[in-house]
């Protein structure tokens, strides 16, 4: 391949709160964790190592939360997972009895079947139940660089006035990377691409070489980018700074404009769990006692009318591979523009939110290899890349403050700071200031169930700042649970920071909480201290 | 939760934590948010200093420019009373990219103002790209290095202790709602998502459907196949499928075999639906 003009850099963002309830059979939202596994983790696992045993050329960045690895290494959560799939390939043999003189929908019910057997059998004997193994096996063979994200996804602009809360976020996410992985990461992703300036020091103190922003975090700042977001800039702390480019992004994520919202592609929410007989669909909720996705929907998105047609696999597919041509001629087309302008070489950066391919656009991952080949085989104006390589490539670069910014609605933070959710935030950050204090005057705690306390203290502090939870209220679906695990979380930090203080720590409470609230075993409280300690865990 | 400690269950948040506090965030270029609490202590004292006086106070918010300066004296200023019993408040500011911080106060008389509690400073970002245009390029590695081995210390969350001031009902009232009880948002503030109101006219609706399960029984192990499809037996040999039922005359089939191929047997049928299948 010749010389390219620019590079295109595909990230993939994957994460999900931590939802995990040993105790419970029934909860609806580690269905969250199932359907994300079948429809895009393991899937997209499956099509890039695919892609790596072909000798296909790419490189694309994943981004895996914190949460997200917690979970899909947790041994509950892997064997319940693996009833769930058995079930699911149970219904779609159903199904496909079921659909016998019904020709328009049999041989989507084939494919469902053969799905779940493929994510089945990847799951269980090519991962091994370990699927951020086979992520850091691809890292390992050069073709994703991974990355991480704050610890539990905390919003970090509304962390501000705490800025001991953000900080330990980040250190805490390395110091969990490093553990995973054995390798620091190189790059993160800010939860919700929220930036503030002053986060970069963190970074730079944690040994975060770059993160990103959204278009106006890079376009805003200051002095202004000569580049726009077509180039990092770096931060006086030293670290760099990559701008989502909208144009790739629109393309792509906008239901309505967006590739999609296409006529062809397969409807998500016309589930057979709200067509079906509740007799037939009941042994397949879970446990739920109502009805929720199962996964197998057999119509197209039609047009805006409720009378949807069945879904045509082969036209979806083909629509798939149309789709992946027009985004790589438009990145060729847009390259070829900004090379002609730069006396440096572009790169387009593309984030994406690894869900929308698989789970919300059912043919994501098949447009995700036809741009991976076009790119490959089909012209030599753009190569992929991932940031890390981007800067390896470079000798100069610009310095600028970005904007405060995010990719929520609006660019800023009124999804995270509305009405329905602002209630979290006099208890998040009493919280990560009593933190603080704690670490501060508990430098050698004794005894050591005291360890034991401050350590489940900042796990509970930190699981109540996920984004997650100010989202879902102001999104307005499951705000039961986000309002009963924000709070959960706050009553446990307050219960322990009590018996703390009052010297009065029950080992009942604290091997409780410690079984109930699992994430991060190896959590250091000292990290919300400003000691030299916090700098230690990460030089180790 | 489905916890195993029914102490761990409760999920309690307090009302207020008992100390007298502002804290001021950003929202976006042109609010901010600030959330505030008054602890009884410190309503106390406002009502022993103040006397008959707070009856007439206003709770009010000063939203203070500071951007050009350091000191107290702060060059714009904007007063908004706001709600006796708020502890939140949405503030519209016009400026981008300025650095505010907000007291907390009463408001008494023509304009007396008694401070209960200042904020945090913060600074809104801008809109649009930055005036300024001298880059500065640096070499990657030198970026990478200036900042290397340098520790920054940063103290816990700036809410700044309330300015000891020195009436009795007021003074509760404040307390109160501070505490969440009656907490009242404020009225500009950005607009709560509002559900669609009911549908006025009634949308009655019907969906119905049918289909077929076909079962039987045989002897264990043996092969049983309904209309060419394979059909698992179970260990009492009963089996059972469900197929949807298109309109149509659909011949049923039912075969098995004995689990050493020697014996089988054939039941069919035929099954119509005539009906049109409208309603889906």
Redesign the interface.
Known sequence: MSEPKGYLAILLHAHLPYVR?A???AYLEEKWHYEALTETYIPLYGMLARLAAEGVPYRLTVSLSPTLISMCRDPLLQERFSQFIDGLCRLAE?E???????PE?RETAEMYLERFQHVRSVYNDALQRDVVGGFARLAGQGRIELITTAATHGYL??M?????AA?AQIIAAVDYYRRTFGTAPRGMWLPECGY??GID?YL??AGV?YFFTDAHGI??????P?YGVYAPI?C?????AFGRDMESSKQVWSANEGYPGDFDYREFYRDIAYDL?WD?IRPFMGGCPARTHTGIKYYRVTGRTEHKQPYVREWAVNKAATHAGNFVFNRERQIEHLASVMDTKPIVVAPYDAELFGHWWFEGPEFLEFVIRKIAYDQNVIKLITAGDY?DE???????VP???SWGY?????VW????N??I???L??M??RM??LANDYVMPQPDLVRRALNQAARELMLAQSSDWAFIM?A?TCVDYAV?RT??H???F??LYDAIRNSDVDH??VS??E??DNIFPDIDYTIYS?S?MA?AILDT | ?????G??N?????A??GETRI???????F?M?A?W?ISQETALDLACELGERLTSSRLTLRVNDTTMCDGADFAKRVAIDVHPFAN?WYINVCEPDRSYCVDLGLTSGADQFRLIARS?V????????????????????A??????G??????????IPAQAMRAEEWAREIALGSG?VG?V?SPV??P??TRAPEIAARQYWLRADA?LVVYGATEPGSQVS??G?N?SVASDGTFS??????V?E?PIEVTAESADRLMSRRVSWAVARTQPADGR
């Open positions: 309830h105790h419970g059979d159903l496909t009895s079921r659909t016998r003189w019904q929908f602009p509304l501000e006035v705490c800025p001991s900080r503030y300036p020091a730079r103190e070489r376009e805003n700042a200051s002095p202004r000569r770096y006086p702390s030293g670290v760099a007989d037939y800067l470079r000798t100069r670069a610009q310095v600028s904007s405060m910014s609006m660019g800023y933070s009124e700071l509305a009405d329905c602002h209630w935030y006099p208890h950050h009493m990560a200031r603080t204090q102001k307005g009963k709070k959960s706050i009553s446990r307050n219960r009942e409470l409780d909480l079984s109930t400003a030299p700098s | 939760m489905h916890d195993s400690s102490e761990v409760a999920c309690q948040v307090p207020g934590y804290v001021l965030q950003v929202r976006d270029p609010w948010h959330y609490e939140n945090n913060v600074h809104t970002p801008r809109v649009g790209p930055s005036e300024v245009r001298d880059e500065e390029w640096l070499s990657i590695r970026l990478e290095a200036v900042a290397h340098r520790r920054r210390v940063y103290t816990a969350s700036p809410g969440g907490a948002s503030g950005p709560a998502p289909e309904v209309s499809m059909v499928v469900r197929i949807a039922l298109p149509g659909l």
